[in-house]
DNA sequence: ACCTGAACACCGTTCAAGT
DNA sequence: ACCTGAACACCGTTCAAGT
């Protein structure tokens, strides 16, 4: 009874940073990331809190690991597409290997946030840049300008954007229809676009907007405005 | 000497959800977002963390009052600036309102961050983003691709952009010398690339970019990207 | 080498009680 | 109406101690 194992995974097992790791993923999969906290996550592992910091130094230790875990997930899957052996087209090839970060990250709805805390740039992050910058590179593109090109994607290079404004206040159709006409004394030009999108695209109950369309619309205007700039060039 | 006022302000006020987020501004901006919590917020005021909670739900509230506080700072700086009256140079407007808004939380770092948690929309917020679509929209954008390009801008919009890549490694000039040198087998177009840069400016100590000159090369090119999308419509 | 129990300093928050 | 003391449930983390 006392040796029964608790509702996380394998009966016993050492252990180890890998696993320490790959539980948090699991963790954060499972119950978002505010889920993910110490002591939940050596429960998960069947162990004490205490034990984790003999594999792990402290939580942001964890969390960079968590980082560096997905990132190589990420690597995984885009090292699979092959890409064109002479760089004519880059922006083909950039634009399926961010395209293909994203479907991970769609995986990990939680990463993106932990991301963009992380200061601390990982192994596997790293070699991801690298390689993009390697298209772009072979695309014909200066060190300048492809450094420029990293920084005007910011985070749209590994796949994903934070959305800053979300209308879907939770609300029904009618509730939403009701606070529109509600707000549109003081915010005119938004309650007319909201309508005009709502009426186009009626059975949007999700919310307003199609992300992936928007993310790829927004990818492909960065990826197009470099091109003519490394065209002038 | 029981009556002596704390460290933190004035002697005796009655609370209110204003001062309490006025506080709390003042309290992120000294001390970082990190040192903002209940109980310091309160001791900044002179009073106890359980008295907070009567002129405020929850953290979670002061976190909504705190972004709307910055945005309404926002607003009164960029509703300063005289726009054109016809709208044929939406671009000009809609570029010195973003670089503006940019200038405001420059002044408070850390509100980034927090505009970032939020998926609520505050009222200021709501209030700038309608009339930066006032913007495109007197500049001769549909509806559709205003939204589109509300989408793409992101938190560009707003006059920020969350940096995931930062090389700065914390040690000195000649520290990242070697860690470059060292890097230079797994990584080589990042660090082909970031060796070009600092030669090219050897006197940046605080890190590789020009934040400011970055911001303004990624918005330029969304904005005249979508200038091409409107002229072609 | 690996794991843990007890303990500490700190959170956000509730609730009954004060004025 | 406004504020507070005591208390609760939860954090991350240290440290001395177990095997």
Chains 1, 2 share one sequence.
């Not at 995984?76 to 399926?96: F, H, L, S, T």
């Not at 690298?130 to 298209?135: F, I, K, Q, V």
């Not at 450094?147 to 939403?176: K, N």
């Amino acid at each position: 009874m006392a040796s029964q194992a608790e509702p996380g995974v394998e009966p016993r097992m050492p252990l180890s940073r890998e696993r320490v790791l790959r539980a948090a993923v699991s963790v954060a999969d499972s119950g978002g990331i505010e889920s993910l906290t110490m002591r939940r996550l050596a429960e998960h592992l069947g162990a004490e809190a205490m034990s984790l910091y003999y594999h792990v130094t402290n939580k942001e230790d964890v969390l960079d690991g968590v980082v560096d875990l997905i990132a190589t997930e990420i690597n995984e899957v885009v090292e699979r597409i092959d890409v064109p052996a002479d760089g004519a087209d880059w922006k083909k090839a950039v634009r399926q290997r961010i395209l293909s970060a994203r479907e991970v990250l769609l995986r990990h709805r939680w990463a993106p946030g932990v991301f963009e805390t992380r200061t601390n740039t990982s192994p596997a992050v790293l070699r991801y840049y690298d390689a993009l910058l390697g298209m772009m590179l072979a695309g014909g593109f200066s060190y300048d300008l492809a450094h420029h090109a990293m920084h005007a994607l910011g985070s749209r290079a590994l796949g994903f954007t934070q959305e800053l404004f979300d209308p879907s206040g939770g609300g029904g159709a009618t509730d939403q229809a009701a606070d529109l006409a509600e707000m549109a004394g003081q915010f005119p030009h938004l309650v007319g676009m909201l309508t005009e999108i709502a009426h186009d695209d009626p059975d949007s109950t999700l919310g307003w907007c199609d992300d992936q369309t928007e993310f790829e619309f927004g990818l492909d205007l960065i990826l197009d405005g470099l091109d003519r700039a490394r065209e002038r060039a």
